[in-house]
């Protein structure tokens, strides 16, 4: 069974259709790869599938539960975790500070807890540092734990977004243009550890524009063009396609 499902999803702003009954599946252990032209609808979708917007019409199934239109949190607490396309995070915090702000939301955490738990808080903040280490060696981000988010390079910068997203333990994490900004080797660097995060058994679902990063790293890939799913296939396909080419050439200026 496909991890995530999406039928019928549709949004409109006004007048602009930035969704029009798109369908797609993303299978568990693959990195898919959302890619089409500017204004396709695949931020919106992010955003209507991460719950951050409704859709006005459609359906999102994830590990077949419907999550339409649930509060954000609640769909990153069923597993579906989004990253955000501009690296974020608290500048002047350290990578471990920002880390720990995305652990996991736990039930009786807050002042009272505090108090009358004393002990059970810190073998929890025990954990989530020690999962943090994790998440932060995996991302080869251990030397830069103690520095300060402003001080790390840009692809330090999304490397920690991405740790950030893996605090909260997804099943499905959904990224939006990783690499946007990025220089040719750092972003091989990062799709090396995409990679190696879906060994371990992670499902991915990442929009790029960064072509050759998409075709190293996603299997499949899904073209978008004007709110809906135009082609899907192996990169080499839908690269190769007619219809995707011209997509990209006339794109929505023409439409
Ligand atoms: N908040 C918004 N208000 C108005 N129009 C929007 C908004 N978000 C997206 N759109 C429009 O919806 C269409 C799809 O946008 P988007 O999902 O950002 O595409 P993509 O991420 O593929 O470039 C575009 O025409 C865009 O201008
Ligand atoms: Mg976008």
Known sequence: MPLLQVHGLSRRFGGVVA???LELEVRPGTVTGLIGPNGAGKSTAFQCISGVIPPDAGQV?????????????????AGLVRSFQIARGIPRLTVLENLLLYGPAQPGEG??????????MRAREEALRERAKAVAARLNLTAVLD?????????????MEIGRALMAEPRLLLLDEPVAGVNPSLAA???THIGTLRDEGLTVLIVEHHMDFVASLCDPVIVMAEGRRLVEGSFADVAADARVQEAYMGGRVHA
Do not use: C, H, M, Y
């Not at 199934?61 to 607490?77: C, S």
């Not at 520095?147 to 490397?159: D, H, R, V």
């Open 61 to 77: 199934l994830f590990d077949g539960k419907d999550i339409t239109g649930l509060r954000p949190d609640r769909i990153t607490g």
């Open 189 to 191: 660097e990062i799709a």
């Open 19 to 21: 969704l029009d009954g």
């Open 111 to 120: 002042v009272a807890a505090a108090i009358l738990r004393p002990a059970a």
């Open 147 to 159: 520095n300060q988010a402003a001080a790390l390079s840009g692809g330090q910068k999304k490397l």
